[in-house]
């Protein structure tokens, strides 16, 4: 009796152990799978400007004949393919050290306020090229502890967006206010918009709902990962609002933290 009490309770015990190995690997093979889909999804993308730059490449040396005019317009094809290849592998990088918690934020006390019209005040004559009219509007008291250079990638990664996806003539204000103890940063445009269906896929790494016109603008699909890794790095929310047609609108909101 005592010897099968023993069997028994050995018994229980291993299928306990199991049970829980078993428990304790299931996010531990998401993360491993959604590590896998991330490296496919990345070599994919990186085969497109590669292929471009071969072929024309190719071009190149099978006809020497060709006019200078004709090699031009070659050589322009791959330095394009070469500056969306240089910022598809600087994104890369940024997401995969997120990934490993290989970055540090370096956190000091910043001025949110600052901040937005140092970006707005880089992008106006970029919205002025495209016919697009930029304003910011920020309130003072926007101080924060936070990581200056990811903050201000973050605002550069959605007023680029802002101005990708708004046809001409439009406009795109960016605004910074407190919400209680929050900082909240809004960037609005009034563009093409985003499908209802597509809005919780938008900050998926390589989701892109107008896939046309992200390739077209240079886009890589993971500049809203990008921005929803920083906001999560600083405690904060990031969040969006969108209507096919008329415009969308992003929310930042982040911890005011006292500085010290
Ligand atoms: P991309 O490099 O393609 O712009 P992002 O991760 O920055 O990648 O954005 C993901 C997708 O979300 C874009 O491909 C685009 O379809 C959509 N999107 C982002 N910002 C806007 C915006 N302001 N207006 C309309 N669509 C947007």
Redesign the pocket.
């Known amino acids: 009796i005592i010897a099968s009490g023993l069997v028994m309770g050995m018994l229980i015990i291993i299928l306990a152990g199991y049970y829980l190995a078993r428990r304790a690997m299931v996010p531990i093979q998401a993360s491993w799978e959604k590590q896998q889909q991330f490296v496919a999804d990345a070599s994919h993308e990186l085969r497109t400007p590669l292929a471009v730059i071969k072929s024309n490449a190719e071009l190149m040396l099978r006809h020497p004949e060709h006019t200078v005019e004709e090699e031009s317009i070659r050589v322009t094809n791959v330095v394009r393919e070469v500056r969306r290849m240089t910022k598809l592998v600087t ?1 890369l990088l940024t997401l995969a050290r997120s990934d490993v918690n290989q970055t540090e934020l370096k956190l000091e006390p910043v001025n949110m306020g600052e901040i937005i019209d140092t970006v707005a005040e880089q992008f106006v004559p970029l919205a002025e090229m495209d016919g697009l009219m930029l304003q910011a509007e920020a309130s003072q008291e926007l101080e924060l502890t936070a990581d200056r250079e990811r903050l201000h990638q973050l605002l550069v ?2 007023l ?7 046809p001409s003539p439009g406009n795109i204000k960016i605004t910074g206010g407190r919400q209680g103890s929050n900082i909240v940063v809004t ?1 609005e ?1 009034t ?4 499908p209802t269906e ?1 809005l919780p896929r ?10 046309a ?3 077209e ?11 929803n890794w920083i906001v999560e790095m600083h405690g904060g929310k990031i969040g ?1 609002e ?1 209507k096919l047609g008329s ?2 609108r ?1 929310s930042v909101t982040l911890p005011a933290k006292k500085v010290t």
Do not use: E, H, P
């Not at 603008?217 to 921005?227: N, P, R």
């Open positions: 994104d990664i959605l680029d967006n802002a101005i990708k996806y708004t960037v445009d563009g093409q918009g985003i597509d938008v900050f998926d790494r390589f989701y892109r709902s107008d896939k016109r992200s390739r603008k240079g886009g890589t699909g993971l500049g809203l990962a990008i921005a969006v969108s415009g969308t992003f």
